[in-house]
């Protein structure tokens, strides 16, 4: 694929450094962008929980010549094993079962692995600006004037927003957060703990209704275990959500008394120097793009990890967005054509929430006794059934190079 002409070359602005952005750079430099990337964090972030990448978003990676990377770090967990309040076994299968994905081609793998994958496919082709952030955005006739944090000034021909679901660009340009945040009924607390159980490859998660404790040993029993507490809350705990200690003060009452190990997983959280709480939501935008600024993935249409799909969605976003940019001069006009191709795939996976997508975090006993029955019908049936959510949407091929419909505006 060729670029195009320097008087083509448009000015993009993209915040956020972690899945869509480095994604949306990849592509948008393939079509002749000047490309800038701006993130708060000092450089790509590693680490983080295992994520997902399945259905339409296999084929992103594999057009972007990654895949084969990402299958060597594919994490191959063989069992997931339920457990009732004492501990004891519910039901152990395949995770495949549980997620509804395809076995042999869809992906696990570390956060940090996929962020470094993305950043290396344009590390050198594009600026990119750490230890940074939009300060304001002042949208005119030509262009964007952004103030970054640490005082810079730069003019930009479009932003694009994919700085995650708590966006600041999306603060900036449109307020709060709030009117676009869907709260699921949900609170979170993910960290790492010393693999003191001896698991490996394998994930065992204990529930009683409204709370759930699970570890997650992506490797051998000499790497740590990812632990993971979740819990209903019918209303947003948001007096703890910038407080630390205040959160695991809540966390710690919320499992007091727990059976299983769960009280040493909470002793753990307190040791914990990687603590990540939050609630689970979604963020669900009226329209994504306003003026010449722009959003993709969680900062447009976060579906939450109840649905497993959020990884999915800002790689596919991120493709279908530059793909549009690249076949219309008309700013206009593409972000109404990325939004219309792709919003029908977007609603149909936030939807897994509303279709079972939080079945394995029952808040009563009559529905964790569903969701326990419907495990044992699993064990006796493991053939699988790809979700079809994941898969809504074919990918199509990549704007042709040196062809662009619409007017040149700007």
Do not use: C
Request: net charge negative; aromatic share 8%.
């Amino acid at each position: 694929m060729t670029s195009r002409s320097d008087a083509a070359r448009r000015k993009v602005l993209i915040a956020g450094a972690s899945l869509a952005g480095p994604t949306l750079a990849y592509w948008l430099h393939r079509y002749g962008f000047d490309v800038t990337v701006v993130e708060k964090a000092h450089a790509p972030r590693g680490g983080g929980y295992p994520i997902d990448v399945r259905g339409t978003a296999i084929d992103v990676v594999r057009r972007m010549g990654i895949l084969p990377g990402l299958q060597e770090a594919h994490i191959d967990i063989g069992r997931f094993t339920f457990l009732d309040a004492d501990g004891a076994e519910v039901a152990a299968l395949h995770p495949s079962a549980v997620a509804g994905s395809v076995e042999g081609q869809d992906l696990e793998i570390g956060r940090g692995d996929l962020t470094a994958a993305l950043y290396a496919t344009v590390q050198d082709d594009v600026e990119f600006l750490f230890d940074d952030s939009l300060g304001t955005l002042d949208q005119h006739e030509h262009g964007v004037d952004v103030t970054f944090r640490s005082g810079k000034q730069r003019t930009f021909d479009l932003v694009m927003g994919a700085d995650g679901m708590h966006s600041g660009t999306r603060k900036i340009l449109l307020g709060p957060e709030e009117q676009f945040h869907r709260y699921l009924g949900y609170t979170f607390a993910v960290f790492t703990m010393p693999n003191t159980f001896g698991l490996s490859r394998e994930l065992m998660m204990w529930n009683v209704p409204g709370r759930a404790a699970a570890l997650y040993a992506t490797g051998d029993t000499a790497n740590p275990l990812h632990a993971f507490l979740n819990f209903h809350r019918p209303e947003q705990p948001l007096d703890v959500l910038r407080d630390p200690d205040a959160q695991r003060d809540l966390v710690a009452r919320t499992y007091a008394g727990a059976g299983w190990e769960v009280a040493g997983i909470v002793d753990a959280m307190h040791q914990a120097d990687d603590l990540f709480f939050d609630t689970a939501g979604q963020i669900r935008m009226p329209g994504w793009s306003s003026g010449r600024v722009a959003f993709v993935g969680d900062a447009a249409y976060a579906p939450s990890f109840l649905t497993g799909q959020g990884s999915s969605l800002a790689l596919v976003g991120a493709y279908m967005l530059a793909r549009s940019l690249a076949r219309y001069r008309d700013h206009v006009e593409a972000f109404a054509a990325y939004e219309r191709d792709t919003r029908g795939f977007v609603t149909m996976n936030q939807a897994l929430v509303d279709k079972g997508g939080a079945r394995l975090f029952p808040t009563t006993a009559e529905a964790l006794g569903r969701r326990n029955a419907m495990l044992r019908e699993l064990v006796a049936m493991p053939a699988t059934t790809p979700q079809p959510a994941h898969s809504a949407l074919e990918l199509p091929e990549p704007a042709p190079a040196g062809r662009m419909r619409g007017s040149l505006a700007g």
